[in-house]
């Protein structure tokens, strides 16, 4: 049964990062960490197609399945139940109506994620008719922007506004926690941005400041975390590191992105470079494949003795590297992530297929990363990346923090992130970060109060309603080579 879990939990640690003041709260105080529990549910495709913009397309069109990291929550009174996809690329809190269009198909496809009746609540207050996304492959949502109690476990914000679906092709109910500037609604209309949900618990003084860390967990395991406020010790091996976010072309941050420096691979204890140089990539729990350059792709496919398979639409690999000690390391400013093979290299059963084979006879199994449509696009590490590592997203200072996951930590000591931009300067902070330069940004129209014009990170990368709305798009620069 699923079930948001809420921690509001002492620290028994300190520890710091640079641009966060993590810290014990004394035994008399309240402390400031909210945490919500999350499992994981697989679904058919079509029922989680692309939430990006139509020029930053996610390269997942022809994945038959997909895991998604669904926490429930409640709107309204009483409340309604609602598992919602969690989503760092977007910001928005979206539900389908049960009177919209998907909802009322054969077989009932809501019913897995829920739906909001607003006529069943005491609570709820209509703001505009202003929600409108449509979604890569066409797929739309529109409706009513509106208020109502929001719940998770005992926490309740009075007036979180969200959008309702009443007219909708997707069946799934989306929890986007990023940038408010990056709001559908601050896209379609140029107006300011709204409070969604990390600044509405800011506002509420329910936690410091707008920063939380995610644990996603291996790909066997069920459940994972975030902790709105707070990180938590024991799931994460080595020091946070600190590297700050791109800087958006606009002068809004909207997305969470960092330049990744380098790639390798090592295999049978022999460490070879796939790539030097710089690409922006963006941190999205939203997408399950990491979606880089096609270049790039095929420079991994290469050491994998991988391709891309037409028949399928997917690129496939050797089982056989599934089943080592092998490892590809992402390094971000001389921060390294170790990702095993067995979380980038996929069971074919993961997609609904049966056992597949090359040419030769031998076993292939999923890669889990697809290419762009170009070099040029804004790259995206998913989910088989995030499960390896432990991230603070940081809204206030523009930045996140980075260390490798510990997997399976049935441990916990959760500190909370206090407030300020140099807590204690440098003391984690990478030394050099390499930063490509610009990369897109949403120019937000209209003058912005302090609270929302602290964003997050680069390459705008949200659901949109429609392209003609869409300000100050373009790919992030890739300085890169590709061995």
Known sequence: MRAAALYSLMALLPVTIEGLQLKERSPNSTPAVVGLGFEKTRVPKHKTDKRKRKDKAYAEDLVNEKV???????????????????????????????????????????????????DKSKTYERVNSDFNITYVDGSQASGDYGTDVFQLGDLKLDKLQFGLGLHSTSENCVLGIGYPSNEVYVATTGNKPYANLPQALVDEGLINSRAYSLYLDDFRADKGQILFGGVDTEKFQGELQTVPLVKPRGGVYQEFAIDMTSLSYNKGGKN????????????????????????????????????????????????????????????????????????????????????????????????GVAPLDGDDDQAILGDTFLRSAYIVYDLDNNEVSIANANMNSSKSNIVEIGTGSDAVPSATGVAHPVTTGDVAGTAVAGPMNPSETTSTNAAGAQPTAKPEHILGLAGGAVLAAFL
């Open 68 to 118: 998604l990291y669904n926490a429930q929550i409640q709107l309204g009174t009483p409340g309604q139940k609602i598992d919602a996809q969690i989503d760092t690329g977007s910001s928005d809190l979206w539900v389908n109506s049960p009177d919209s269009k998907i909802c009322r198909s054969k077989g009932n496809p809501c019913k897995q994620s829920g739906t909001f009746n607003k």
């Open 272 to 367: 070879t470079q796939i790539m030097k140089g710089a690409v922006p990539v963006v941190l999205d729990s939203g997408s399950t494949f990491n979606n880089l350059p096609p270049s790039l792709v095929a420079s991994m496919n290469k050491k994998l003795n991988g391709f891309y398979d037409g028949r399928l639409g997917i690129d496939v690999v050797p089982c056989d590297a599934k089943n080592s000690d092998d490892f590809m390391t992402f390094t971000f400013s001389g921060i390294d992530i170790k990702v095993p093979m067995n979380e980038m290299v996929l069971d074919p059963s993961f997609l609904g297929m049966g056992q597949l084979t090359d040419d030769s006879g031998t076993q292939m199994c999923i890669f």
